[in-house]
């Protein structure tokens, strides 16, 4: 029979869970554009991090997903492994299934149990069990419920002594919790001794670990501190490449078939026989591992280059190109490997067939660049390592200079070194690269200080209103002792950085240089040119100034479209939400604003609406300078902390609508804005919001960026765009359907009467309120009463207590139309539950705590009311 396929395997594991009321969540992006402590998702746990810690509300408790994660980099770094193990990869899959705040062990347990032997076929004799030290529960569950023998289960790890095996951790602080993981019994033949048992899987080729399960309850302080989380959560993690050797019977992630048609493509190409494979399998290993990854960077955006990502990327095609030089092959040879990872994956990730074409393109460029780099510094490194002579060390500054003049990486010199017998003194290459970046991050800290020099000069702004180009301009002063000269001249169109403007960029063009101009900065009363000179500029030379037009443009229209969002707040939210801060690009624009709470959506739409009706009433925007006394008179705002000088003031006008001072470029007239979108709004300190924008361009493209979703939704969906809010309400309901099934509910004839809880509700504005106590339910019964709510009451909150079993639980729910104003339910059920001495957390709209007080439910509940109550008459105020 035909062993299941790994596609099969994917497929199965998502399906599986989610007939267990799980919500199959597509991957996130391998670059973590969001998570500023990672330069690639590392884990399958990234993406649902500021889940994990409470910062983030979904719309589910339980989510499924396949999401492919790199290992280059960090604390996760399997570079260097790959191809020399049967289990290392760059770039592998994890599948993973979640509790946020839903069930826990014991259902976690039971599933995977369920999944690995029933659905995907694993023998049950050959699975055995770890869970930490102390973790009773855990064990309990495999030995007694399982029914796993006690020498199938081992205990291991001690975080008090500092072995943190089978406890996992997000960080030094945070969440955390003990782990139960999996292992695969190969054989006892392969076993290496008495140490190879479970856990040693990383050693002992007999054990394979195929699924790791984290409980996630504590809290860790920085003091080691552990405390109970709010709510526990479930992360199972489990490797596809691992699971499938395991099902497809095959000793190695590299003999299944997401990496054997990869070797035998490339083995076709270059005439290779089964022997010869066998004899370069580590290269092919490094080869086919390589072609995965670099393939999924591309299709995201990402570029061979020499910084961060970029670098990365570069390492990567580099080092696979390195292993097909070691196997003779000359010719470019990346593409045919990168077709067919394209080929098995294609219909998993979509992006690799739509970027199919510029994937492809893009690595037979960086082929030829490699074929070049690698003709240039093979010689010099051929010199170094015979200098160095068997046994010896090639000096950190020299593999330096190959990487800076030759662009040889130095994993590649390393390598190469090893081949011969010679070392690389790493430390010293680590130190010389360090240098060269504190000297670049030195240099534009130095042009600061050589503008700082020429301060005492003095220059006229001829900038306005909009002036791009300028001729006769005499150079004053300048210094080009730098990579950066910083060049002022007696008169200039460049805006220097300042009220929130950033400055332009552009060009200086004398008869003998030319300065790129890559920003503009005011220091004193001279206006400085900061950038790269090509030629020669000289004092006294003259120059004629040419600003880049379009990011000028884009600036002034996102600064007077701040000035319209600054009126168009206070008129909305109150004379409150003044200017605490700024920040106008020609891409977009931000406004700091005080305020003790999240802007309500409607109260955005209206100053959305109130923008774009000034802007379409294309009224005049006029400059004048004038005493601060009248500017006052005038009713002109004015900022935050600003200095005014009592002589002038420059007054900025939207006719008939806004007066603010400011020193910026602005458009003529509003309708030369465009429009104008509002694109997040959030909280950045106590008591401070900020608002993000587009306008003109930018703005135009993100309404068809997001008429397109709506338009591919309603495809998806076969339906009229109109209709797709409906239909995706329909979709939630039968998937809270599903979800109450998968928990088994309370039986019908048991369920609470939804009905007569509307009836005795309260009335609190539009919202119908429904506290109530069910002494004789269980925590399962309310949640059933806030879906049958849900599906057939409007605006509504509930709080209810029950007590069955003399086990107290507190629930509170509310409609997702009063979560999208700013309810959260979570947030009363954390600050009730002390009262029953229990913990709880969930979601915005559903939240539930249990205790070990039922004397104080009737208070717990009364309080939660009360609670409840107040944050309606907020948003009822808003």
């Known amino acids: 029979m035909q062993p299941m396929s790994s596609a099969e395997i994917r497929e199965r594991f998502q399906r599986f869970f989610e007939e267990r009321g799980h919500t199959r969540v597509p991957p996130a992006p391998l670059l973590a554009r969001d998570d500023p402590t990672l330069l690639f998702v590392n884990a399958g746990m990234v993406p649902f991090k500021r889940v994990l810690t409470g910062e983030e509300k979904r719309d589910y408790s339980r989510a499924v997903d396949a999401q492919p994660v790199l290992r280059v980099a960090g604390k996760h770094n399997d570079f260097e492994e790959v191809g020399r193990t049967p289990r290392h990869q760059t770039l592998f899959e994890m599948l993973g299934s979640w509790s946020f705040g839903d069930y826990f062990k014991r259902d976690a347990i039971h599933w995977h149990w369920q999944l690995l032997t029933e659905e995907l076929g694993l023998a049950s004799d050959r699975l055995a069990a770890t869970v930490y030290i102390d973790d009773d529960e855990a064990y309990a569950i495999w030995s007694d419920d399982i029914g796993l023998p006690p020498e199938r289960i081992v205990r291991w790890g ?48 007999r054990w394979l670990e195929v699924g790791n399960l984290v409980f996630m309850q504590f809290d860790r302080a920085a003091d080691g501190t552990l405390s109970p989380l709010p709510f526990n959560s479930v992360d199972t993690g489990t490797g596809l490449e691992r699971l499938a050797s395991a099902i497809q019977g095959v000793d190695s992630n590299y003999k299944t078939d997401l990496f054997v048609p990869i070797v035998a493509r490339l083995a076709e190409f270059v005439g290779h026989d089964p022997e010869t494979v066998e004899s370069e399998r580590f290269s092919y290993q490094v080869v086919a591992d390589h072609s995965r990854a670099m393939t999924f960077l591309l299709s995201e955006g990402i570029r061979p280059g020499n910084e961060g990502a970029a670098y990365v990327l570069r390492r990567i095609i580099r080092r696979a190109l390195r292993h097909g030089r070691l196997m003779g092959i000359e010719q470019p040879f990346l593409r045919q490997t990168c077709s067919v990872v394209i080929e098995i994956m294609g219909d998993a990730y979509p992006a690799l067939r739509s970027g199919a074409t510029e994937i492809l393109d893009q690595v037979d460029a960086e082929e030829a660049k490699f074929a070049r780099t690698l003709h240039a510094g093979s010689e010099r490194l051929a010199a170094l390592v015979d200098q160095a002579g068997d046994g010896g060390t090639i000096p950190g500054q020299e593999a330096f200079r190959l990487h800076d003049t030759f662009g040889f990486p130095i994993d590649l010199t390393v390598e190469m070194a090893a081949e011969r017998g010679v070392q690389v003194d790493r430390a010293g290459f680590d130190g010389a690269m360090e240098e060269q970046r504190a000297r670049s991050r030195g240099t534009k800290q130095a042009a600061i200080v050589a503008a700082n020099e020429l301060a005492g000069l003095a220059s006229e702004f001829v900038g306005y209103p909009n002036e791009t180009k300028a001729s006769g301009l005499r150079v004053l002063g300048l210094s080009g002792e730098l990579e950066l ?19 332009d960029r552009g060009e200086l063009v004398g008869e003998r240089g030319r300065l790129a101009v890559e920003e503009t900065q005011r220091v004193g009363e001279a206006i400085s040119h900061i950038g790269r000179l090509d030629g020669e500029l ?9 600003v880049d037009e379009a990011r000028r443009w884009g600036a002034a229209r996102n600064h007077t479209g701040t000035h319209l969002l600054h009126r168009g707040l206070r008129d909305v939210l109150g004379e409150q939400a003044k200017q605490a801060g700024s920040y106008v690009a020609p891409e977009d624009l931000r406004f700091d604003f005080p305020a003790e709470g999240p802007t309500p959506r409607s109260a955005l739409r209206e100053v959305e609406r109130i923008v774009n009706a000034q802007i379409r009433r294309n009224a005049t925007v006029t400059a004048e300078w004038m005493p601060i006394e009248r500017a006052r008179e005038l009713g002109a705002d004015m900022f935050f902390g600003e200095k005014y000088e009592p002589e002038s003031v420059r007054v900025v006008q939207v006719d008939g609508y806004s007066k603010e001072l400011c020193g910026g470029t602005h ?3 509003t309708g030369q804005i465009g429009a104008f979108r509002i694109t997040g709004e959030s909280s950045i300190g106590a008591g401070l919001r900020r608002i993000e ?14 008429l397109q979703a709506l338009h591919e939704a309603a495809r998806l969906l076969g339906d009229r765009e109109e209709n797709v809010p409906a239909r995706v309400e329909a979709l939630l309901a039968k998937l809270r359907e599903a979800e109450r099934s998968a928990r088994q509910p309370t039986p019908a004839g048991d369920r609470l009467d939804a009905a007569t809880a509307l009836r005795e509700g309260q009335q609190a504005g539009k919202t119908t309120v429904v506290a109530q106590a069910y002494p004789e339910a269980d925590a399962a019964a309310l949640r059933g009463l806030a879906d049958d709510l849900r599906g057939m009451a409007g605006r509504f909150v509930l709080a209810a207590a ?36 229990g913990g709880g957390g969930g979601r915005a709209d559903l939240a539930q705590a249990g205790g070990k007080d039922a004397s104080r439910l009737d208070e717990a509940l009364a309080e939660a009311t009360r609670l409840a109550l107040e944050a309606l008459r907020r948003i009822e105020s808003a």
């Open 158 to 205: 001690n975080i008090a002594v500092g072995d943190e095996k089978n406890f996992w951790s997000m960080g030094p602080v945070g969440p955390c919790g003990p782990c139960s993981e999996l292992h695969y019994d190969r054989g006892v033949e392969l076993s290496e001794g008495p140490e190879c048992i479970p856990d040693h899987s990383e050693t002992c080729p």
């Open 485 to 503: 000269t910083v060049v002022v001249l007696d008169r200039t169109p460049f805006y220097a950085e300042g009220g929130g403007q950033i400055g």
């Open 538 to 546: 000289r004092v006294g030379d003259l120059v004629e100034a040419r």
């Open 667 to 669: 458009v003529a007239a």
């Open 693 to 706: 924008a587009v306008t003109g361009e930018a703005a135009e493209e993100l309404v068809a960026g997001r």
């Open 802 to 837: 029950s007590g069955a079993d003399g086990k107290p639980s507190l629930l509170v729910a509310a409609s997702r139309d009063l979560v999208a104003e700013g309810f959260d339910a979570s947030a009363v059920v954390r600050e009730v539950a002390p009262l029953i001495r």
